[in-house]
């Protein structure tokens, strides 16, 4: 028999405006200390330095993380020119500088390069595993790499102020996998120019906002208390860029033993993602095939 996990078993989704100088992680941990949670993750990290939408997900919404992880994102930041640094932000030490400063028209036309499908190689201190290692543990330690570059979707990269000749304001809109960082540095390279991240705000991640998260002291005070759980938001929204097939009650009963099960459907086609309701609720996402949903993954009721 498994061990019981040490807890309350609650589902949702809570939505934090994370500070600079945290890491993702440790909100998390705060997150499910303040609410007691069995079990609790987010949906994309965000560098301690970065600040912005933190989607935590708790209990049976974990199960929704990767639609999450898919969706498209949007960034606010704020290149230097002038600098490269070893980071590709400020947190770096810099390596290389330039006098030369680009037009607003010349910064307006480079930034078309980046924009739909591009190539991107990630920063030398990133998360990305080289031969079992981390890219930052093995740039910590002195050594550089070649990274391998990879591809990223760009909806939308459009230059919103110019405060001075060392700065440009940038907004991005990108999917899965998008280094921020990397679209400084090459920006700057590409303008003859250097550059590097001088700040970063992700101001929306798929249905989550910013505006709408809590702040850590929020999180603090209302730490233990029913009053916390009235943030949080159902499971169901990490599953919003998935169509919703509702099943019979025959299809639900067949989809929560994690059998296919009959779905109504008008517009899905054969082979598509879907996830199927019964009342409003989520019971499982699968493949839609032939007026049945064949589940890969299946929601256990709190």
């Known amino acids: 028999m498994g061990r019981k996990r040490k807890g309350r078993a ?18 998390v941990n705060k997150v499910r200390w303040a609410l007691q949670a069995q079990k609790a993750g987010h949906a994309g990290t965000l560098d301690p330095a970065a600040t912005g939408v933190l989607a935590v997900a708790l209990g049976e919404a974990t199960k929704t ?17 002038g600098q490269a640094t070893t980071t590709d932000d400020a947190e770096g030490a810099v390596i290389a500088t330039s006098d030369q400063r680009p037009t607003d028209a010349a910064i307006v036309a480079a930034l078309a390069a980046f924009r739909g499908d591009i190539q991107q190689i ?6 990305v595993k080289v031969e079992g290692e981390r890219a930052y543990d ?28 060392d700065h440009v304001e940038l907004e991005m809109v990108c999917g899965k ?73 025959e299809g639900a009963a067949k989809l929560r033993n994690g059998n296919p099960g009959m779905v109504l459907t008008s517009s899905v086609a054969y082979g598509d993602t879907a996830w199927a309701s019964y009342q409003g609720r989520a019971v499982a996402v699968g493949i839609y095939k032939a007026g049945e949903l064949h589940p890969n993954r299946v929601f256990n009721p709190d």
């Open 177 to 249: 996998g998008g280094y921020v960082r990397s679209i400084a540095r090459d920006l700057g390279a590409a303008l003859e120019c250097q550059g590097h991240v001088a700040w970063l705000r992700r101001t929306w991640s798929g249905p989550f906002e910013a505006s709408d998260g809590l702040s850590m002291e929020q999180i603090e005070a209302l730490a233990h208390s029913p009053a916390l759980d009235t943030h949080l938001r159902p499971l169901e929204q990490g599953l919003c860029d998935l169509p919703e097939l509702p099943a019979t009650p």
């Open 122 to 127: 990630p920063p030398q201190f990133s998360a």
């Open 65 to 81: 993380v990767p639609f999450i992880t898919d969706a498209l994102k949007c960034y606010r930041f704020m290149v230097r020119l």
């Open 138 to 165: 093995i740039a910590r330690a002195g050594d550089e790499m070649e990274l391998a570059a990879r591809p990223l979707w760009v909806e939308r990269l459009d230059m919103i102020a110019r405060p001075d000749a």
């Open 10 to 27: 609650i589902s949702g989704w809570l939505v934090i405006d994370k500070p600079a100088g945290i890491t993702s992680t440790a909100v």
